[in-house]
């Protein structure tokens, strides 16, 4: 069992820092709206894997993926909810974006952003059934336990990588905010994000 999630933890961590959406969206978020705005999104990421943790351990993710008629649908509504995310960047001032002075969003916000991003996404479904399996230490034994075993660990060691992002990018903030162009780039790096996500989740 330790050797089992010592190695899934490793694993954990290397995929927490390789580029990808999420840690890209709580880099953009932590630069624009300071640390904790980048911990309250990652704390909405991480909450829905407890969804996909349970779905999973109780087998509920195999009969969905099993239905290429109810996954197109999934699909569907992740897609335009990150093409929707993408709209209202785009429709958004950058440079006021990253200056500080514009509404930001409350930590509730951004919290629920993270929620609905997570359980809108089907690929998550889908790594959470082809990752997790490889590391069952005793498949004789009670999966539904060690499921959310490795769910739990799944999130914590996530959470630590994800927040420790956000927190080294709330901090050279400042220095990035002095740049010209900085809002231009965060404000087109997370639409290319979420577009880019949208379009992957249909090929």
């Not at 050279?172 to 994000?193: A, D, E």
Request: net charge positive; proline share 3%; aromatic share 14%.
């Amino acid at each position: 069992m330790l050797e089992a999630l010592i190695s899934f933890s490793l694993a954990t961590i290397v995929l927490a820092f390789s580029p990808g959406p999420d840690n890209i969206y709580v880099l953009t978020q932590s630069i624009s709206n300071g640390s904790k705005a980048g911990i309250a999104t990652v704390a909405g990421l991480i909450s829905g894997c407890i969804v996909h943790t349970a779905l999973l351990a109780f087998g509920v993710s195999a009969l969905i993926t099993a239905s290429p008629q109810l996954f197109f649908i999934i699909k569907l509504i992740g897609a335009a909810y990150l093409l929707y995310l993408a709209f209202k960047i785009y429709k958004s001032d950058a440079s006021i974006a990253i200056d500080g002075t514009q509404e930001k969003k409350s930590y509730i916000e951004l919290f629920k952003i993270g929620v609905v991003m997570n359980l809108l996404n089907p690929k998550v479904m889908l790594f959470f059934l082809a990752f997790f399996p490889a590391f069952i230490w005793n498949p004789d034994g009670n999966t539904t336990l060690q499921f959310f075993i490795l769910g739990g660990t799944f999130m914590l060691v996530s959470f630590l990588v994800f927040s420790s992002i956000a927190i080294l990018a709330g901090k050279i903030s400042k220095y990035l905010r002095q740049s010209n162009t900085i809002g231009v780039v965060l404000k087109w790096l997370q639409i290319i994000v979420f577009v880019g996500i949208a379009i992957f989740i249909f090929i």
